[in-house]
């Protein structure tokens, strides 16, 4: 058995990006001395707190410093680093972007967030992401030397269909940096990591900020692991902290070939369709 060895660091964001770096990296020390690492995941906008007002300020282009500090970190404690995300500057418009590095440090995928969080609930949570950002076209799987492993950003992991994409396109697990929220979360969080794991036989595996009660969005925390059989196998509470985990890719082989819903689908009678804008 392989397993991959996982950690999930949900951070406090603070509103300095270099002490959310320190903070991260405090972190991957600690996990590190107690245990080999394969994987670090970090959570939605770590380097930068979740407000609009905020996004035009931290913004950063591709290969900037931030970049080059995510990179270095990748190389220096030899992991694959799914760097959450952060505020992406690409001419006039800003991204939210999750960058994946590899051991060496090497850039291995991007994905710039789908479908932009733009709520309004009556007694509660309301957010326009779309007041500053602007929305990304593509769908992402990226490979690694243990499988391959679907990214998406938050609210795009409700949208089932591009989790039915990344799976036709061989993930065996769907990482998600995220920052649900104190209406949403409650309710939505665990039950949406829980049915996409499920319905589509992956781990399903959420980062999250910690919360904080003094900022103007309050994450909803508790980061999640959930087995391809639906099993929650580790959840954090709502303050910062971190698990290990053990990703077995045998393990979901074992639940599909057991329970065959893939072979099951009648995709002669229903699918999803997709558009490789990457290949337009
Ligand atoms: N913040 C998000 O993108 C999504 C979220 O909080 C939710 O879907 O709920």
């Not at 967030?113 to 733009?118: E, N, P, S, T, V």
């Not at 665990?190 to 959420?206: C, H, M, P, W």
Request: glycine share 4%.
């Amino acid at each position: 058995m392989i397993f991959i060895k996982t950690l999930v660091i949900q951070i406090d964001v603070n509103s300095n990006k270099l002490k959310n770096i320190s903070t991260i990296e405090r972190y991957i020390n600690l996990a590190i001395n107690k245990s080999k690492i394969d994987l670090v995941i970090l959570p939605e906008m770590f380097c930068c707190p979740y407000d609009n007002k905020n996004f035009p300020v931290y913004c950063e282009v591709e290969g900037g410093n931030l970049y080059n500090i995510l990179s270095d970190i990748a190389k220096k404690y030899n992991i694959y680093l799914v760097a959450g995300s952060i505020p992406e500057k690409d001419n006039s418009k800003i991204y939210n972007t999750s960058y994946v590095f590899d051991r060496c440090g090497n850039k291995i995928a991007k994905h710039r967030k789908i479908h932009l969080f733009d709520i309004s609930i009556d007694t509660g949570q309301k957010f326009l992401e779309s007041d500053t950002l602007s929305s990304g076209n593509d769908v992402t799987v990226f490979d690694t030397e243990f499988g391959k492993i679907g990214l998406c950003i938050c609210y795009d992991f409700r949208f089932f269909e591009i989790c039915k994409i990344m799976v036709d396109k061989g993930a065996k697990a769907i990482i998600v940096p995220a920052s649900f929220n104190m209406t949403t979360g409650p309710i939505h969080w665990e039950l949406l990591f829980k049915s996409r794991a499920v319905d589509n036989q992956v781990y399903t595996i959420g980062c999250s900020s910690s919360r904080n009660n003094n900022s103007s969005y309050i994450s909803y925390g508790n980061s999640i692991l959930v087995s391809p059989f639906g099993e929650v196998l580790n959840r954090l509470d709502e303050k910062e902290g971190y698990f290990i985990a053990d990703i077995d890719f045998s393990y979901v082989e074992k639940i599909r070939n057991q329970l065959p819903l893939l072979k099951h689908r009648r995709n002669d009678l229903y699918n999803v369709s997709y558009t490789d804008n990457s290949k337009v």
